[in-house]
Nanobody
């Protein structure tokens, strides 16, 4: 059974940083591209970042986080990370990691096969 477990969320002041982690189990991790999405109360799910499956990974970012967030992965640890810098109040949301059995990048959440339970990020202004 596939499990994706996020951690690292919390409360941070605007301008601060957080690093989210997502540990995967029950899958051949190196064959999955991984993504981060977020959903704020009353809003639709939003694509944050994605990374391809191979070691020299390509990445893709949502416009609202480009230049502030960095996605990375460690295939030896079956873990994907999201380093979030220069956080803003509008980054407040539940952050979800997702895995897609494909080498390709996608910002479409419907194409991802597995999801974590989410971790809350709250940025105070």
């Amino acid at each position: 059974q596939v499990h994706l477990v996020e951690s690292g969320g919390g409360l941070v002041q605007a301008g601060g940083s957080l690093r989210l982690s997502c540990a995967a189990s029950g899958l051949t991790y190196s064959t999955y591209s991984m993504g981060w999405f977020r959903q704020a109360p009353g809003k639709e799910r939003e694509f944050v970042a994605a990374i391809t499956s191979w070691s020299s990974a390509s990445t893709w970012y949502g416009d609202s986080v480009k230049g502030r967030f960095t996605i990375s992965r460690d295939n030896a640890k079956n873990t994907v990370y999201l380093q979030m810098n220069s956080l803003k109040a509008e980054d407040t949301a539940v952050y979800y990691c997702a895995g897609r059995l494909s080498a390709a990048l996608s910002r479409n959440g419907n194409l991802y096969n597995h999801w974590g339970q989410g971790t809350q990020v709250t940025v105070s202004s």
